[in-house]
């Protein structure tokens, strides 16, 4: 199929729409093709896609909440949760440390600390 492209570039105008999308695929053509010399990898990005979408609809609904920041906060909140379920966290504890940690004077400048992925090694967060 790169031929071919390479082969159309040639005779389409190159300021058309076709041969800017065409330019595209072929610069990335290393990671297009990727998955044709790695078995591991997916040809598609479904299974990505499946597993975010209850967090792309929970904060997309929560916009109809009654109030522009309950919307807001539910939506930060069910981020929070989502992205504990996805690194093996009991979203509870995490919170509860996390504002412990806050109450406790945690800097601002090492916030990443805090993150959920941050706790995974802890074993007492654990779901």
Same mark, same amino acid.
């Given at each position: 199929m790169k031929p071919w492209f390479e082969k159309q570039l040639s005779l389409i105008s190159s300021g058309s729409? #076709?041969?800017t999308d065409i330019r595209y695929a072929l610069s990335h053509w290393a990671g297009l093709t990727r998955f044709l010399e790695?078995?591991?990898l997916e040809l598609d990005t479904n299974p990505v896609e499946n597993a975010i979408r209850p967090v792309a609809l929970t904060r997309?609904?929560? #916009?109809?909440a009654g109030h522009e920041v309950g919307a807001q906060n539910w939506a930060l909140l069910a981020?929070?949760?989502a992205t504990c379920?996805?690194?093996?966290l009991d979203p509870v504890a995490y919170i509860a440390k996390t504002l412990q940690a806050i109450l406790d004077g945690h800097p601002q400048s090492r916030i990443d600390e805090l993150m959920p992925w941050s706790f995974v090694a802890a074993s007492s967060l654990a779901a």
């Open positions: 729409t #076709l041969a790695d078995g591991r997309k609904n929560a #916009l109809f981020s929070i949760v379920k996805l690194n093996n």
